[in-house]
């Protein structure tokens, strides 16, 4: 026997499970600014308090597309990953990610999309730069053939 592929988990989970799961796990990657990480990593410590912490430093070039360095050239980043039970007593699913993404958003960082995301489309839009995706949308006619990346990845419009 080898282990079930996690889509086929996923397919086969009832409601309470993932219930209790979604209202019990946080599984989030930020990536942020270095000079920022001792006090993005304050806000995961406030916010969840779930270790280990993954820490994976990012150069993050000035190339075109969503992801835009801060400082509008070459830049580091870390990669803030936290998966697991948090131990914080005032946890809540929305609230608590919704105040990470703020917190990550101010800083000029990202949000890995696998990941839930409860961004308003503004919000998103603030985190990533949609100039060269809209351009391209426009350009090969695909704004009303195909949903946006938004829509495919913020949690509130999937369910």
């Known amino acids: 026997m080898v282990p079930p592929k996690v889509s086929l988990l996923k397919l086969t989970q009832t409601e309470a499970v993932k219930k209790l799961y979604e209202n019990n796990h946080f599984i989030q990657d930020m990536l942020v600014p270095i000079g920022k990480l001792k006090e993005s990593l304050e806000v995961f410590e406030r916010e969840v308090q779930i270790y280990p912490v993954w820490l994976c430093p990012f150069n993050l070039p000035l190339n075109p597309g969503m992801l835009v360095p801060a400082e509008g050239t070459?830049?580091?980043?870390?990669?803030?990953?936290?998966?697991?039970?948090?131990?914080?007593?005032?946890?809540?699913?929305?609230?608590?990610?919704?105040?990470?993404?703020?917190?990550?958003?101010?800083?000029?960082?990202?949000?890995?999309?696998?990941?839930?995301?409860?961004?308003?489309?503004?919000?998103?839009?603030?985190?990533?730069?949609?100039?060269?995706?809209?351009?391209?949308?426009?350009?090969?006619?695909?704004?009303?053939?195909?949903?946006?990346?938004?829509?495919?990845?913020?949690?509130?419009?999937?369910?």
């Open 74 to 159: 070459e830049q580091m980043y870390v990669d803030i990953g936290t998966y697991g039970v948090p131990k914080v007593p005032t946890f809540e699913p929305v609230k608590t990610t919704r105040n990470i993404e703020a917190f990550v958003r101010d800083v000029k960082g990202f949000q890995m999309m696998y990941a839930d995301s409860y961004m308003t489309r503004e919000e998103y839009r603030k985190m990533f730069d949609h100039s060269l995706y809209d351009k391209l949308r426009r350009q090969l006619g695909a704004e009303y053939a195909f949903p946006e990346i938004y829509d495919k990845v913020n949690r509130k419009v999937r369910d």
